[in-house]
């Protein structure tokens, strides 16, 4: 007796090549999807709206009215503006390289592997940039007190008149101090990371050549880290165009030398949560965002550029 076997099913046609290729390409959407949705919430759409109410002025009469370019023109006049941009452009010049510079000593003597005790001056260096930069600007205002801190109290014990480090001629080292103690660890985590990556054997043929430590330094090490060292450089660049924390939380303890106009970034505060004037700060921030953009560039451009 014969059994009746039922037909094979049909195997199923390929896709064609473009239904693939569509396909693939949603689903690397999906995975995209959810930054892309973050990133267009956190930060594109604050910036379109800066633009927008860079564009209105509030008026005593008539509200709220489309003006244009006024506000751009307005600030790229305003004296206030210059000054602070003027007041940080000081502190990059001065403080920065004092920062990376020390970053880098600190980075090369730990892998130089002559250092006793390598891991604790390494966490004890980094330590500082645990610190919240609040807390941190609260303990060093202490400190920098006259009257109740330790500066006060070293006049008091020792019969000494120091200098006031918040008064107006010092003000701006002093925050520069703060910032060097807060960053240096983690500008020489950056740069210590990036000498670990260091071949040996560049070391060993180095070594074979009679290379001394200054050679091996300036020969191999410098140049093999010249990306960390650019890429520390510009992040500290926006760091100081954006300073703020430090200078409105000591504004209350130095008010004739911290004005509500010492940085940009605490002219633009000022401006709108003290002043009201929500329109001309979004103005100042984009000014100040493109200027900071483009001083960056320029830096990344040179930084990289071969043969330099």
Do not use: C
């Not at 003006?67 to 503006?81: C, I, K």
């Not at 250092?115 to 330590?127: E, K, T």
């Not at 000591?250 to 505060?269: E, G, H, K, S, W």
């Amino acid at each position: 007796m014969t059994t009746l076997q039922p037909p094979a099913a049909a195997a199923p046609r390929p896709a064609p090549p473009r239904a693939r290729r569509d396909r693939r390409s949603w689903t690397g959407w999906g995975f995209l999807g959810p930054f892309v949705a973050v990133f267009a919430l956190v930060f594109l759409a604050p910036i379109a709206y800066s633009v927008y109410l860079s564009l209105f002025r509030d008026r005593l009469i008539g509200g709220t009215t489309f003006v244009g370019l006024d506000n751009y023109t307005q600030a790229l006049r305003d004296e206030r503006f210059w000054d602070s941009l003027g007041r940080v452009s000081l502190f990059l010049a001065v403080q920065v390289p004092i920062m990376l510079g020390m970053a880098l000593l600190v980075a090369l003597a730990l892998d130089s592997g002559r250092l006793y005790g390598r891991d604790f001056f390494r966490i004890s260096i980094f330590l500082p940039y645990a610190v919240p930069a609040v807390v941190a600007t609260l303990m060093w205002g202490f400190m920098y007190g006259t009257r109740f801190g330790l500066v006060g109290d070293i006049n008091s014990a020792f019969g000494v008149s120091l200098p006031d480090p918040l008064s107006t001629d010092l003000v701006l080292a002093s925050i520069g101090n703060i910032v060097t103690w807060e960053f240096v660890g983690y500008n020489m985590l950056i740069f210590y990371s990036a000498l670990r990556v260091i071949p040996h054997s560049l070391y060993e043929a180095a070594q074979i050549d009679g290379a001394g430590q200054i050679r091996v330094i300036t020969a191999i090490k410098l140049p093999a880290i010249r990306g960390a060292l650019v890429i520390a450089t510009i992040f500290s660049i926006i760091g100081s165009f954006q300073l703020f924390n430090e200078p409105s939380i000591l504004q209350p303890l130095a008010p004739n030398a911290v004005t509500t106009d010492y940085t940009p970034n605490f002219y633009t505060y000022s401006l709108s949560f003290n002043g009201q004037q929500h329109n001309y700060s979004a103005t100042v921030a984009i000014v100040m965002g493109l200027i900071t953009m483009v001083i960056a560039y320029v830096v990344q451009l040179r930084g990289m550029r071969k043969g330099v």
